[in-house]
């Protein structure tokens, strides 16, 4: 009988010898989960450059040296494959946008900072192809399914996140004017754009984008 799947009582010393078969069964799931995560950090990467769509099973093993069956075993079906990309590229944004940003007081500081940030992100690049979102949601969006459902659900998250502190600085009268729905919408919007933009080396795209968040978040009169 596997020792994944002994009972326990059956051997002579039954604790120790359930006990030692947990304790592998555990470092082999343990395993299992680094190396998915491994696998989708990865297909995050490809998936920036070539989009959701032009992940495979074969093209990750090849990339990692890793067997073609192994990784089909770990995720089963490339949707599931595109999922667990999406869920380590949020991950990974919410580390390195959202987190640090959370320092700066609420309002319009945390506002600048969460921009420096999405700047700091997209130029470095976080990951080679630029701005995850900006890569797949267009090719989603019009796909109703599971992943479609996650990105989307990941960009309110984001226009949520602005509207909030948007709406902060409207209410401590740090800012007066802007509907904060739609002010997130345009901080978003030329985020996205500053992406591109920056993509085709246009190095002026950073500070277009300063330009129109001083202009949204000018303090009030």
Same mark, same amino acid.
């Given at each position: 009988?596997?020792?994944?799947?002994?009972?326990?009582?059956?051997?002579?010393?039954?604790?120790?010898?359930?006990?030692?078969?947990?304790?592998?069964?555990?470092?082999?799931?343990?395993?299992?989960?680094?190396?998915?995560?491994?696998?989708?950090?990865?297909?995050?990467?490809?998936?920036?450059?070539?989009?959701?769509?032009? #992940?495979?099973?074969?093209?990750?093993?090849?990339?990692?040296?890793?067997?073609?069956?192994?990784?089909?075993? #770990?995720?089963?079906?490339?949707?599931?494959?595109?999922?667990?990309?999406?869920?380590?590229?949020?991950?990974?944004?919410?580390?390195?946008?959202?987190?640090?940003?959370?320092?700066?007081? *609420?309002?319009?500081?945390?506002?600048?900072?969460?921009?420096?940030?999405?700047?700091?992100?997209?130029?470095?690049? #976080?990951?080679?192809?630029?701005?995850?979102?900006?890569?797949?949601?267009?090719?989603?969006?019009?796909?109703?399914?599971?992943? *479609?459902?996650?990105?989307?659900?990941?960009?309110?998250?984001?226009?949520?996140?602005?509207?909030?502190?948007?709406?902060?600085?409207?209410?401590?009268?740090?800012?007066?004017?802007?509907?904060?729905?739609?002010?997130?919408?345009?901080?978003?919007?030329?985020?996205?754009?500053?992406?591109?933009?920056?993509?085709?080396?246009?190095?002026?795209?950073?500070?277009?984008?300063?330009?129109?968040?001083?202009?949204?978040?000018?303090?009030?009169?």
């Amino acid at each position: 009988m596997s020792d994944l799947v002994r009972r326990p009582g059956r051997d002579t010393g039954a604790g120790p010898s359930v006990r030692a078969d947990e304790a592998v069964t555990d470092r082999r799931l343990l395993r299992g989960v680094q190396a998915r995560r491994t696998i989708a950090r990865h297909a995050v990467d490809v998936a920036s450059r070539e989009g959701l769509e032009g #992940l495979s099973f074969g093209r990750l093993a090849t990339d990692l040296e890793l067997s073609k069956s192994g990784v089909q075993t #770990l995720f089963g079906t490339k949707e599931n494959l595109q999922l667990a990309a999406v869920e380590i590229a949020h991950e990974v944004f919410t580390e390195e946008v959202v987190r640090p940003a959370e320092t700066a007081p *609420r309002g319009t500081a945390r506002l600048r900072a969460l921009v420096e940030r999405w700047i700091a992100y997209a130029e470095t690049p #976080l990951f080679p192809g630029g701005c995850f979102w900006v890569a797949n949601l267009a090719d989603f969006d019009s796909r109703p399914g599971p992943v *479609r459902d996650a990105l989307f659900r990941h960009r309110g998250d984001w226009l949520a996140h602005l509207t909030g502190e948007l709406r902060h600085a409207v209410r401590t009268g740090e800012i007066t004017g802007p509907d904060p729905g739609l002010a997130a919408f345009q901080i978003d919007a030329v985020l996205c754009a500053a992406n591109t933009a920056l993509r085709l080396g246009e190095g002026d795209a950073v500070d277009k984008v300063r330009r129109v968040v001083d202009a949204l978040l000018s303090p009030a009169a």
